[in-house]
């Protein structure tokens, strides 16, 4: 199969797959983040959504007229950009900074960034775990939202295919592991 025909390549599933909130749908969602200040956290495991959610509320949130500051931290880089100390310091009230993977830094540089983002807006982040900022939803995953993000995906199952529930329990729930695994399947 072609790359480009593979039903579960990254941009069909970009596309077509969003976080859906089980408490209520991204208005309840900034209006819950308005109340706690416009700083709270997306919190939940590796593969759970967290990013997605973190992207589509960014997106409300421009068409609200704020101004949003991406800052993204993996695995591979931890260090901040070498421009977010200049930015800092021209954040203002429609500023909202959006911290992806506020687990990566260490107490002293979260505080330090806490700190720097101290004049925006806003600062909402994502994070493995609570604490860092009031937790905003905690994102889960289950082996039915797999199977129903596999359906959408690929309406009828190839011969052979590892089912939902085998995939969710290999990956430890990790959607964005399994679905790669489907990926691979379907590209050999």
Avoid at 133 to 149: F, H, M, Q, V, W
């Amino acid at each position: 199969m072609k790359a480009r025909e593979n039903p579960f390549r990254s941009e069909r599933v970009i596309e077509t797959i969003r976080y859906t909130c089980t408490d209520g749908d991204l208005d309840t969602l900034i209006a819950k983040l308005a109340a706690l200040g416009n700083r709270a956290a997306i919190v939940g495991p590796h593969g759970a959504g967290k990013t997605t959610l973190l992207e589509d509320l960014a997106c409300v949130l421009e068409a609200r007229g704020f101004r949003i500051v991406p800052v993204r931290l993996s695995t591979d880089d931890r260090r901040l950009p070498r421009a977010w100390s200049r930015r800092a310091a021209c954040l203002g009230p429609r500023d909202i900074v959006c911290l992806d993977g506020a687990e990566q830094l260490s107490a002293p540089r979260w505080l330090w960034f806490r700190w720097r983002a101290r004049r925006a807006g806003g600062l909402l982040v994502t994070s493995h775990s609570q604490g860092r900022l009031p937790t905003l939803i905690a994102c889960t995953t289950s082996p039915d939202l797999l199977e129903g993000i596999v359906r959408r995906l690929a309406p009828s199952p190839a011969a052979g295919a590892p089912p939902a529930g085998e995939l969710f329990r290999r990956h430890r729930g990790n959607l964005r592991d399994a679905l790669r695994e489907l990926y691979d399947f379907h590209a050999a």
